[in-house]
């Protein structure tokens, strides 16, 4: 019994400590670009540990290019979703051999040993010669070649700008195994998944090319006295071997183009802000433009989140649209300035949610794309001085279509999964920056951002999950929030609560609320005196166990809790109903309430 009982405690101590772990991954890769045939080919060495509690005996890869052919598995799903991707404007179906991608892998060896391999299109499976155990690292070397698709989803070459190529998940890329095992979906163009680790990239292509690139060039003196011969290394056809250094990043992404201008930024805290754009007159001014409002930006989400950690951002034109990779974004340069600086808000934003702390996309995107969202939208009105009272409106409008659309899925839906390509958009970033605006509702504004900060201290390069953050969050609050994770994330029920009836008894005036949709929510019930004086009545709910602060310069009264089970309550007010000018549920307008239209009391003439 006692060697029993000392087991049971080994066992508990060891599942304790091993609770949260992360996998390490080093890269070592050297590739070469034919900008005339679009064609690439590299090598790749990477040293794979396994810091998890279990033994390995296979591993994935992800083969991204791949899924850029007709009767891929992505234009499957494209063709077969009820709405339209609008993110995608080419049929990969009607793709020329030129147009399209792939990426082949051959030699591959573990610790020097030639090993079996499973190719199903985008996903590449491993069977290793050597189980890898708990604490073990393996060597995996290979060879692979590629060819550039044109741009149909954030990567390609040729982009209807005339940026030559955007390299973003170019090469074969170890997929991630965590605490919830392998993560190897195929591609079906929406989310990315990765191990951070050290990357020592060698990239050889013509000398007329400018690189932008993830990591930090090594070389500079070479390639600045190669790339100032650029003129004429046209007619010579030289080449030249850029040579970055990215540590702790899990992707490494690139991009080339002869036109490119590339200038310089101080960023806050040492950090070095690269941009590289067209050089077309019509955006030269924009990009100008953008510069010092960008380092505005880095220093206002160091603020709210915390220190980013590298020394170098880069801006880069590439790709479509706007997405976001290791200390560099792909974005479309052709825009009005608004557009522009939104989409590097929004990506640089991603520096920190997508890049440092990384939630799996797949599973919980809404913790990246909807965080984003939410952050991105305060600098803007901040940086570019809107002086929006409502400054999360756009997101709040989005998640409100999306709940009357009949459409919508719970948020825990794997991003492949989504039914409707709508309901996936509007539930990862207007739901996601509801989920943040709401919470703020709920806990208060100045408890929102501590949560923010202390979730980013403790969980940066750790893969958080839902209840991570939400763990956090009743810590910083002392209020329990289970409940809201679950009925906001996990299903798809609503808020409505409505003020139904305002009678008068003698000397006070008693309301009668109601919850008609499922979905619990403490409440703010603002009271308008016609004497020109304002009151809060504050009713938490009993699942809280507890209440807010008062963030509001106003007299608070708490009431006792409105228990879930009940949809009534009754709310009295020390006030005649003829001393009422009106009576508002939520004035802060960010519980999101599906129904406002009866939220509202003011008195008619006929009262």
């Known amino acids: 019994m006692k060697h029993f009982v000392l087991s049971l405690l080994l066992a508990a101590s060891f599942l304790s400590n091993a609770q949260y772990w992360q996998q390490a991954i080093d890269y070592t890769m050297e590739a070469s670009l034919d900008a005339v045939t679009a064609n690439y080919s590299g090598t790749q060495s990477l040293v794979y540990t396994n810091n998890s509690p279990e033994t390995l005996y296979k591993v994935f890869y992800h083969l991204y290019f791949n899924a850029f052919q007709p009767g891929s598995e992505m234009a499957i799903r494209l063709k077969n979703s009820p709405d339209r991707n609008t993110r995608f404007k080419v049929d990969l179906d009607s793709l020329t051999k030129e147009q399209q991608g792939f990426l082949n892998v051959s030699n591959l060896t573990q610790d020097g040993v030639a090993v079996k391999t499973v190719n199903s299109e985008t996903i590449l499976e491993v069977l290793l010669n050597e189980p890898i155990p708990p604490g073990g690292s393996s060597t995996f070397k290979l060879e692979f070649e590629g060819h550039v698709p044109d741009v149909i989803r954030r990567a390609g070459k040729n982009s209807a700008e005339g940026v030559a190529f955007s390299m ?13 095992g392998w993560n190897a979906d195929p591609y079906t163009g929406r989310e990315f998944h990765g191990v951070w680790g050290d990357f020592d990239v060698k990239i050889t292509l013509d000398k007329e090319f400018m690189v932008a690139a993830s990591g930090y060039l090594q070389n500079a003196d070479e390639i600045g006295k190669g790339y100032s011969d ?20 899990h992707d490494f992404t690139w991009a080339a183009d002869p036109e490119y201008i590339h200038d310089t930024h101080p960023g806050p805290d040492g950090v070095t802000l690269h941009f590289f ?26 603020e709210k989140i915390g220190p980013y950690p590298y020394k170098q951002y880069s801006v880069v034109q590439g790709g479509d649209g706007g997405m976001e990779y290791a200390m560099l974004t792909l974005i479309t340069g052709g825009r009005s300035y608004n557009s522009l600086f939104g989409v590097t808000a929004h990506e640089l934003a991603h520096s920190w949610f997508q890049h440092v702390l990384a939630t799996n996309e797949t599973k919980h995107e809404w913790m990246d794309e909807g965080f984003t969202s939410f952050i991105s939208s305060l600098a803007g009105n901040e940086i570019l001085e809107q002086n929006r009272e409502f400054p999360l409106e756009g997101s709040y409008r989005g998640y409100f279509r999306l709940a009357a659309s009949g459409g919508e899925m719970p948020q825990s839906t794997n991003a492949n999964r989504f039914y409707h390509n709508y309901a996936y958009e509007r539930s990862a970033y207007s739901k996601g920056a509801v989920f943040l605006g709401q919470l703020g509702y709920i806990i208060g504004f100045e408890k929102l951002f501590e949560t923010l900060q202390t979730y980013y201290a403790e969980w940066k390069f750790k893969h958080p999950l839902p209840n991570d953050f939400r763990r956090i969050a009743e810590r910083v609050s002392g209020l329990q929030l289970q409940w809201y994770l679950t009925d906001w994330t996990q299903t798809t029920n609503k808020i409505d609560y409505a003020l139904s009836e305002v009678k008068e008894n003698g000397t006070t005036t008693i309301l009668q609320l109601e919850r008609r949709e499922v979905m619990p929510m403490p409440l703010e019930v603002l009271v308008v005196l016609k004497n020109g004086q304002n009151e809060l009545h504050y009713i938490p709910i009993s699942l809280m166990r507890g209440e807010k602060e008062n963030t509001y310069p106003l007299n608070r009264e708490v009431h006792p809790d409105w228990a879930w089970a009940d949809l009534k309550y009754r709310l009295e007010i020390n006030h005649s109903k003829d001393a009422i000018e009106a009576i508002v549920i939520d004035p802060s307008n960010l519980m999101a309430d599906v129904d406002k239209s009866n939220n509202y009391y003011a008195p008619t003439a006929a009262e």
């Open 277 to 302: 754009y067209k050089n077309n007159p019509e955006i030269i001014d924009n990009w100008k433009k953008l510069q010092p409002h960008t380092a505005q930006m880095m220093a206002y989400y160091n």
């Open 168 to 180: 973003a998940q170019w090469y074969p890329k170890m997929a991630e195994y965590d605490l919830e």
């Open 230 to 249: 650029r003129k004429k290394a046209k007619s010579k056809k030289g080449k030249i071997t850029w040579h970055f250094v990215a540590p702790q990043v």
